[in-house]
């Protein structure tokens, strides 16, 4: 909730009304989790296609590329990996991949126009 007020209620009928700065998980046992005096950026960036991403496992952030851009990419990784950055959905794919691969000691290779594949650094 950015401004106002908003209610949210589960598939059991509990509620709660968010206020500014806050959000609500509905848990899969059907309870909200209410997060209180949230950073609302990370939360909003989306809208000005800005992804965000904090100690976020790196099958996530790959994920997320392919969704957006609809590639697919194989990555053959430490499934423990993390990252932390951001990327701007103006750049291209490639460029994206250039950021976040050497960061993490990867490399990708082009095998088409819509498909990557994610290795570790030859060096």
Known sequence: CLTGKVRVTSTKQKSVILHPNSKAEIKLDGNIQLH???????????????????????????FEIERQFGVSISAQIDSYALYTGNFNKSLDVEEILSYVCPALGLEYIRKSATEYEIIQDSE
């Not at 950073?39 to 965000?52: A, G, R």
């Open 36 to 62: 209180k005096d949230i950073e609302t950026f990370p939360e909003i960036s989306w809208k000005d296609n800005i992804f965000l991403f904090t100690a976020a496992p790196l099958r996530e952030v790959f």
